[in-house]
């Protein structure tokens, strides 16, 4: 069983979330405690490199939470959590980018 960790910047973008829409981003995320490598990979693209980042799509593909598996599967680290036509979605790579060399992650408790 894998523990989920929030980054200082997707604790940020979880409060923004209503009532609704944060629960079922929540109960989405606690697939990740079962199942680390439930997301799709991400890779390199000609403006980034997103290689060991996966993607979780929440809902009818209305949000999606961008994360990495670390420590041999069993620490899930949510870095994003955007809607897909939000403004902070389109600066996904430029927000991991940064929360890379920032902060350390928090627990899902």
């Given at each position: 069983m894998?523990?989920?960790?929030?980054?200082?910047?997707?604790?940020?973008?979880?409060?923004?979330?209503?009532?609704?829409?944060?629960?079922?981003?929540?109960?989405?995320?606690?697939?990740?405690?079962?199942?680390?490598?439930?997301?799709?990979?991400?890779?390199?693209?000609?403006?980034s490199n997103l290689t060991g980042f996966?993607?979780?799509?929440?809902?009818?593909?209305?949000?999606?939470?961008?994360y990495r598996v670390e420590s041999n599967e069993k620490i899930c680290v949510i870095w994003v959590i955007a809607g897909r036509v939000d403004a902070s979605a389109m600066?996904?790579?430029?927000s991991v980018s940064s929360a890379t060399a920032r902060t350390s992650p928090r627990s899902w408790d």
């Amino acid at each position: 069983m894998a523990e989920v960790q929030f980054t200082a910047d997707a604790v940020a973008d979880l409060e923004e979330l209503d009532g609704s829409t944060l629960r079922l981003v929540l109960r989405k995320l606690k697939i990740l405690e079962a199942d680390p490598e439930a997301g799709q990979p991400l890779g390199s693209r000609q403006t980034s490199n997103l290689t060991g980042f996966r993607k979780l799509v929440i809902g009818n593909r209305t949000h999606r939470a961008v994360y990495r598996v670390e420590s041999n599967e069993k620490i899930c680290v949510i870095w994003v959590i955007a809607g897909r036509v939000d403004a902070s979605a389109m600066s996904l790579r430029s927000s991991v980018s940064s929360a890379t060399a920032r902060t350390s992650p928090r627990s899902w408790d």
